[in-house]
């Protein structure tokens, strides 16, 4: 169990940070960011405390004749909430990603599995456009080249919203699919697949790119599809030299196209200090939920059987059309779950 000193710690910085605010001094703005971090904290660290100090009462009555039974009766009740308490009390305890509040940027590209994997990684992105409007989240098309028969050759999204890095991060993977393609005639189940990127969008102050270190194209938009070919001399191209990623943007404005790629250019860069921080962390050791190796295949969704299978935790749920309808709160919060369970097995161990 954790220390009552670690306890008392954040109790007086919750404290301290009340006061602060009430009187209107300091960074009010870093202040109120802490205030709501620490608030679900301390509402379970009071609720454990106010447990054990239930449970000291109830013990002290056992003394008491008169009281016995009914001391009894509650030490029970209460003996039976306390390891759920002492659970819940570990899990606001784990180390927060500071990442988890953040909006992120979806990218999803075909695999193996030529036009049929194009097409599913079309799906893809309607699972999640469905999955962000029913959680109310804003969901927008960043950038989005298609094929001929309508599947995408590589598409970028951004979705703001309420700890949407939170509930989506644990997307990224190669997503496989099993079924009956509609270009096939012979009726054979093919196996294709698609990539998914999950990133945290960065902020101005989260990446400094040095303008030296840019190489910016402006061109035509041309190819076969592209949602805005022929509609446009202000495609946008950026290149990080040191990197070597590479962007594009081609909506109707040079100036907001610039905004755009050096937005998810700084988004990638981000996500490049975050993974070779991670890797640092890990060291010898498997991450939590998979290796987070976005080669690594993840999940199968399987259309003759109906099914859906995450491999990182062996869960398969028989609802396959309810999940390509956006329905992804099941597998989610299991994906969640065992990834604080690692956590918290970690901080015991």
Do not use: C
Not at 220 to 243: E, F, K, L, Y
Request: proline residues 3%.
């Amino acid at each position: 169990m954790v220390s009552e000193e670690r306890l008392h710690k954040i109790l007086d910085r919750f404290g301290y940070i009340e006061a602060r605010m009430s009187e209107g001094g300091g960074d009010i703005a870093a202040l109120g960011r802490e205030y709501a971090e620490l608030r679900p904290v301390v509402a379970q660290i009071r609720d454990w405390q106010a447990l054990r100090s239930d449970l000291a009462e109830a013990e002290a009555l056992l003394s008491d004749p008169e009281m016995k039974a009914l001391a009894e009766e509650e030490l029970a009740d209460l003996r039976q909430q306390l390891p759920e308490a002492e659970q819940a009390l570990q899990l606001t305890l784990l180390p927060k990603d500071s990442a988890d509040a953040r909006p992120a940027m979806i990218e999803i590209r075909p695999g193996t599995g030529g036009d049929e994997a194009a097409l599913f990684a079309g799906d893809l992105l309607r699972m999640y456009q469905r999955y962000a409007e029913a959680r109310g989240w804003r969901f927008e098309i960043v950038e989005e080249s298609l094929t001929e028969l309508g599947g995408i050759k590589e598409v970028v999204a951004a979705v703001r919203g309420a700890n949407v890095f939170a509930r989506l991060k644990f997307e990224s993977g190669v997503h496989r699919v099993q079924r009956v393609p509609e270009t096939e005639s012979g009726g054979r189940i093919h196996t294709s697949a698609a990539t998914v990127a999950v990133l945290p969008e960065a902020e101005e102050v989260d990446v400094i790119i040095n303008p030296n270190d840019l190489r910016i194209d402006t061109m035509r938009a041309s190819g076969a599809g592209g949602q805005h070919v022929n509609t446009t001399d202000s495609a946008v191209r950026i290149t990080h030299i040191p990197s070597g990623i590479v962007v594009t943007s081609s909506e109707k404005s040079q100036h907001q196209n610039r905004a755009i790629a050096m937005q998810v250019l700084r988004t990638r860069l981000y996500d490049m200090q975050r993974q070779q921080a991670d890797d640092d962390r890990a060291a010898n050791r498997k991450a939590q939920v998979g290796s987070g190796d976005r080669s690594e295949r993840i999940r199968t969704y399987n259309f003759p059987q109906g099914r859906m299978t995450d491999h990182r935790i062996n869960l398969t749920l028989y609802k396959l059309d309810q999940v390509m309808q956006g329905d992804l709160d099941e597998v989610i919060d299991a994906l969640t779950a065992d990834h604080q369970a690692t956590l918290l097995a970690e901080a015991e161990g």
